[in-house]
């Protein structure tokens, strides 16, 4: 699969050494949230047309490049002040998660993405917030969604 990145990224990737950064933007963002959250995986907060990216240590695991499953991506976040437990426990469905791969040099420049899940699955304890991230299951929705019943079609069952 080919990509475009800019010219920055791409003599950063060929380097042997380089003083480019690349980082991992994250936005979670609901209808009941105020605002989306936004996250980036450093120790500095990054300012960007889209908001202010707040210091958060996460781990992403991309998923597999198979033709048999729907990707999922899991996702750590360190449960550092407990914000992000207090948001799963107000919601009541789920959030999306958007990821954007940058460079601390050019913030506003994505490099890869942006790449929207939804968020799946949770679970937390005092130290980390596990989910899993994936993309709604299209091969569970039924085909055709409708039947011809009298419930959903009553004008073809009167005599």
């Not at 010219?7 to 380097?15: E, R, S």
């Not at 976040?77 to 040099?105: C, F, G, H, K, Y």
Request: with cysteine; hydrophobic share 40%.
């Amino acid at each position: 699969m080919s990509r475009t990145v800019s010219n920055t990224a791409l003599q950063a990737m060929l380097a042997q050494e380089t003083d480019e950064i690349f980082l991992t933007c994250l936005t979670i963002d609901h209808d009941d949230l105020a605002s989306p959250i936004l996250l980036v995986n450093d120790s500095t907060e990054i300012v960007r047309t889209a908001g202010t990216f707040l210091p958060f240590p996460f781990t992403i695991t991309l998923p597999s490049d198979s033709e048999d499953t729907i990707p999922t991506v899991n996702l750590i976040i360190d449960n550092i002040d407990q914000s992000i437990v207090e948001v799963i426990r107000s919601i009541d469905t789920s959030p999306n998660v958007t990821m954007e791969i940058i460079l601390a040099s050019t913030p506003n420049v994505i490099e890869a993405g942006p790449y929207t899940f939804r968020w799946k699955t949770s679970t937390y304890d005092a130290f980390s917030v596990t989910s899993s991230l994936g993309y709604d299951d299209i091969l569970d929705e039924p085909f055709p969604s409708l039947t011809f019943g009298p419930s959903n079609f009553p004008g073809m069952f009167q005599l």
